[in-house]
Structure formats: structure tokens, C-alpha cells
């Protein structure tokens, strides 16, 4: 099944991307089906986001789950991933 691109805006130094669904923005992980290594990756494009000075914000159908922004990570999608790696 082929899913729709999202919708992409920038603002100044922010870009964000709008998915029509949840499902849809887990797609951006799909690569990486290792818990650990999902957390690991996040955690490294927040601080290459942090060294190069650009916010990434993540929504679903308008309501933001994820924001990289200045070296912190925060949202309902990043609780889950960080979440599901301490499991494993």
C-alpha cells in the first residue's frame, strides 16, 4: 500500500512535516525495525539537527507528535520509541 507524502513547510530554520496518519509518520522508521537502533537514531539527527541550527517538527493531521529543537527531542512519538527500546 502505497502511502501518501506529507505535507512539508518551513518557517525560518523549521521544517515541518504534516502525515495524513500515524501510521504514515512511523513509515520514517520503517528502516530501522530494532527498537534500540530507532532510539539511537533519533537521538543522533536531534543532535546533527542542534549542531547545524534546525528544528524538525513532526505532525499528524495537524497536531504535532514529535519535535527535534535545539537538542531536545519531545513529543508522543518519541515517548514511544524511547519507550519500547527500554523494553528490549
Given at each position: ?16 512535516l504534516d502525515f495524513e ?37 513532526l505532525r499528524v493531521k ?27
Amino acid at each position: 500500500m502505497t502511502m501518501s507524502a506529507p505535507t512539508v513547510e518551513a518557517a525560518g530554520n523549521r521544517i515541518i512535516l504534516d502525515f495524513e496518519s500515524m501510521e504514515a509518520a512511523l513509515r520514517l522508521l520503517a528502516p530501522w525495525p530494532n527498537a534500540g537502533k530507532r532510539a539511537d537514531l533519533t537521538a543522533r539527527l536531534s543532535e546533527s539537527l542542534a549542531a547545524i541550527g534546525v528544528a524538525v517538527e513532526l505532525r499528524v493531521k495537524g497536531r504535532s507528535v514529535a519535535e527535534f529543537a535545539g537538542g531536545s527531542m519531545r513529543g508522543s512519538l518519541l515517548s514511544l520509541i524511547r519507550g519500547t527500546a527500554q523494553a528490549e
